[in-house]
């Protein structure tokens, strides 16, 4: 099947009645295909029965189940899933579903991306974070120990399927962490985007579709200008060079917290500076910084791990010359790439969420 981008309005699929479409989409384009379902153990207990019941090309799919959680996002884990692809002797032509939420499709959509140099596969986003941001955009990859996606590869899936129903079983947390990337894409892109999702409510799922809808707009128009992420593509990544530096650090120390909870104090630590390098108002960075600190539960981390952040921040995919380049914002709803920032700063800005 033709690999379409997912900034074609037909690979986005949104809607409550997904297990149909899927149904549909299977028959015209995988009948003959071998299906391998990717998933984690936790969305394999809630939701798993529900979905290969209601499918009928699913009658015959093969499960192959992960343990929950950012630690499986490791080439161990590429390699035993892999030895199961071949023991299925599942070929170029088949294809592989991920049901999960991004941790599922970022090691799957690797992992279609690199078996036998390549087989389709499709994603079926559960989380709001991978509904509105992982699913989305062709960026696939692992971890490597404390270093965030550092083996990856960018390719697309066949199709995505956006179903909110799913939220209805997601923890209060995972909603939090997703809506952090939506708020992000509202301060890079779309003032109006920031002012709606002050309406959102992150303990009811009936009535995201919308602002689901809104955000991946955004991040589809974002990639559709610059896939590989030469340019503008930087700006989805407002938040991450401090949040990831977090999220990696409390993963390695068996403390993980949810990627968007990291990318909140990313963000949070992220408009400070661009306040003290004049870019953001003082009430811009106090709308911003209220908004977050009332949200967010306060990380656990404490000054003294300030140099080992920045170590991380040392090994960033935007880096260049040497220097750490950050995403910053020059007003809410733009964001500005490439922007070099005095390690003082860096410091001073961790010393803004650090306890
Ligand atoms: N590729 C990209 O563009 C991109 C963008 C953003 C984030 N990411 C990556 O995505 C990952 C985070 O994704 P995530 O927040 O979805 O985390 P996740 O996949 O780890 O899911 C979070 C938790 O929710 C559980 N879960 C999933 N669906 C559920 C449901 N419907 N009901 C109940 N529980 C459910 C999971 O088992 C897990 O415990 C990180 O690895 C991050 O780096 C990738
Ligand atoms: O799609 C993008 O581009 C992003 O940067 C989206 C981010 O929310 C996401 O966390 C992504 O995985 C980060 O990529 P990385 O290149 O910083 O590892
Ligand atoms: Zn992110």
Not at 44 to 64: R, V, Y
Not at 176 to 190: P, V
Not at 256 to 264: D, E, F, R, V
């Amino acid at each position: 099947m033709k690999n379409e981008m997912q900034t074609d309005k037909n690979a986005i699929y949104f809607g409550t009645e997904s297990n149909e479409a899927i149904q549909e989409f299977l028959e015209k384009n995988y009948k003959q295909s071998k299906k391998i379902i990717l998933t984690d153990d936790k969305v394999f207990g809630i939701w798993i029965e529900n979905f290969i019941t209601s499918i009928p090309a699913l009658n015959d799919a093969e499960i192959i189940q992960i343990p929950e959680g950012e630690a499986s996002k490791c080439m161990e884990i590429v390699v035993q899933v892999i030895e199961t692809l071949s023991d299925y002797k599942i070929s170029r032509a088949d294809l592989l579903i991920n049901f999960g939420g991004g941790m599922v499709s970022d090691i799957g959509g690797f992992i279609a991306a690199i078996y036998k140099r390549g087989i389709d596969f499709i994603n079926i986003p559960t989380t709001l974070l991978s509904q509105v941001d992982a699913s989305i955009g062709g960026k696939t990859g692992i971890d490597l120990g404390p270093l965030k996606n550092q083996i990856g590869v960018f390719t697309n899936a066949q199709k995505v399927f956006i179903n909110s129903g799913y939220l209805s079983t997601l923890p209060h947390e995972a909603m939090l962490s997703g809506y952090a990337e939506m708020l992000k894409h509202g301060l890079i892109y779309s003032k109006r985007h920031w002012e709606e999702l002050k309406k959102f409510n992150c303990t009811k799922t009936e009535g995201a579709l919308p602002f689901i809808k809104d955000s991946v707009e955004i991040k589809q128009e974002i990639v559709r200008l610059d896939p590989l992420e030469q340019n503008i593509r930087k700006s989805l990544n407002f938040g991450h060079t401090i949040g990831h530096a977090i999220e990696g650090f409390l993963l390695v120390n068996e403390q993980p917290i949810q990627h968007g909870i990291a990318i909140a104090w990313g963000m949070y630590a992220e408009a400070f500076i661009a306040y003290k390098s004049n870019l953001l108002t003082k009430s811009e960075w106090e709308e911003i910084s209220y908004i977050i600190t009332d949200i967010y539960p306060p990380l656990n981390l404490d000054s003294s791990q300030q140099a080992t952040l920045i170590k991380l921040m040392e090994n960033d995919k935007k880096n260049k010359n040497g220097k750490i380049q950050f995403t910053l914002i020059n007003t809410i709803g733009k964001g500005i790439i490439e922007q070099v920032v005095p390690r003082e700063l860096i410091l001073e800005a961790l010393d803004e969420i650090l306890n």
